[in-house]
């Protein structure tokens, strides 16, 4: 029977040749997502811009200097997908719209995440970063804007902590909720940290 490891090194194959929305994609499909069955951390972010296409690094880019800063944790501890998993709600580039890059495409969360989250039994905090992750995973349990949704982030733990983006271009959300900086960055801290402890004692175990 195979291992655990080996049908989620399956499921991300596929996942990874999916072309359910290449007639829609501004450059063919390129999923971009990163996990390892023994995870217990989850990133949930919107879609990979055009550096992170490019690139096939997700959170290589600004927001994600940004989001490791936030975390406290280094590029090296980020990228250990065998602790942190990254699974943006799109896992194509969606392209670039008036206002800066398009939506993720809406076929694709419903499509994957739930295969995907069946495979990762060992996640205990996944962190929802943005409007689009939250909608997905929170539904109509979320608050009329995202301000309320993370300023209400209580009601969703220990499962979910839901986290403004961290794109530069947020920085007037940061300055308007200084809440967000004093109460929340230092729970998630604390967070991430017990999590990355906890699966170091395991692997001693």
Not at 46 to 59: D, F, S, Y
Not at 101 to 129: F, K
């Amino acid at each position: 029977m195979p291992s655990r490891a080996e049908n989620l090194n399956a499921l991300l194959r596929e996942v990874r040749a999916c072309k359910v929305c290449a007639a829609h994609l501004p450059f063919p499909p390129k999923p971009v997502l990163r996990a390892a069955a023994s995870a217990r951390i989850l990133v949930v972010g919107q879609a990979p811009g055009r550096r992170v296409h490019e690139t096939g690094i997700p959170w290589n880019d600004p927001s994600g200097d940004r989001l490791r800063d936030w975390m406290q944790v280094s590029r090296d501890t980020f990228y250990d997908e065998k602790h942190i998993a990254i699974i943006p709600t799109g896992f194509c580039y969606p392209g670039t719209g008036k206002g800066g890059d398009l939506p993720p495409r809406p076929e694709c969360a419903p499509l994957w995440h739930p295969r995907l989250r069946a495979a990762l039994p060992d996640i205990r905090l996944t962190l929802l970063i943005g409007r689009y992750a939250q909608a997905y995973y929170l539904g109509g349990r979320r608050g009329r804007t995202l301000a309320e949704t993370v300023r209400h982030y209580r009601d969703y733990l220990p499962e979910f902590l839901p986290l403004p983006h961290p794109s530069p271009r947020n920085q007037m959300w940061l300055k308007r909720n200084p809440w967000f900086e004093e109460e929340v960055l230092p729970l998630l801290r604390e967070l991430v940290h017990k999590q990355l402890t906890l699966e170091k004692l395991k692997v001693r175990s």
